[in-house]
């Protein structure tokens, strides 16, 4: 079955500190992989995707994530964080009943990231 | 461009009603899919309209319907309305179904069922 497992719930950092956000996929085909992250009261915003080629993704806001086939797994991380970043963060694996893209987004349970000052 | 755009933004409704959500895609999309996000849960994947029919459906019941009209908006419908249907609801639009675009999302409507 595909699904997508974010195994931290909450995470709590200190502003300027490293991060680095847990996703481990499960999906039988090659995945098209994405973070999303969601401030309160909005929607989603995409932070990066990943579909083939280099396995480490540069995204906005200074993210990147680093694409693991032997593992399943699409850890997104950033080297300083500031407290802007906190919000809800969302892995997803794109998934189609055609060949050749996605059509649905299957979303793991999210990570909420609080930042100190 | 006003991006994804989605009405009401709050709706309070009682066990056993009906409700209609409406979604505007970004200018130039044809697609929209619709997620349903409970409370300290990822969004799930509901259903997907592309060319006014729907292509893709999660699991969720046949009391979940929608439609897509020739501007290419979409309505997202409810009926018989359970207390597990408060949630927040995302639109989002992309550009062609089995497609590699990026799928932007809308704002949410977040929908109390009492």
């Known amino acids: 079955a595909q699904s997508v497992t974010q195994p931290d719930i909450h995470i709590t950092v200190s502003e300027g500190a490293s991060l680095e956000l847990r996703c481990n996929y499960s999906y039988g085909a090659t995945p098209y992989l994405f973070w999303y992250v969601q401030s309160p009261g909005q929607g989603l915003q995409l932070l990066l995707k990943?579909?083939?080629?280099?396995?480490l993704v540069q995204g906005i806001k200074g993210f990147e994530a680093e694409f693991k086939r032997s593992q399943s797994s699409f850890n997104l991380r950033k080297p300083s964080v500031h407290w802007s970043d906190a919000a809800e963060y969302f892995c997803?694996?794109?998934?189609?009943?055609?060949?050749?893209?996605?059509?649905?987004?299957?979303f793991g349970a999210g990570t909420r990231l609080a930042v100190h000052p | 461009d006003a991006g994804v755009t989605q009405s009401p933004t709050h709706l309070i409704k009682t066990r056993g009603q009906q409700v209609t959500l409406r979604c505007s895609p970004k200018s130039g999309h044809d697609t929209v899919s619709w997620y349903q996000q409970a409370l300290g849960q990822g969004p799930q994947f509901i259903f997907q309209?592309?060319?006014?029919?729907?292509?893709q459906r999660g699991n969720f019941p046949d009391r979940f319907s929608g439609h897509q009209f020739p501007n290419y908006s979409s309505e997202l419908n409810v009926n018989a309305l359970l207390l597990g249907d408060s949630a927040l609801y995302l639109c989002a639009s992309s550009g062609g179904t089995g497609s590699y675009n990026e799928q932007f999302f809308g704002p949410g409507t977040r929908l109390t069922v009492l």
């Open positions: 990943y579909f083939s080629g280099d396995t």
């Open positions: 309209y592309y060319e006014e029919e729907e292509r």
């Open positions: 997803a694996v794109g998934a189609s009943m055609f060949s050749g893209g996605y059509n649905k987004l299957i």
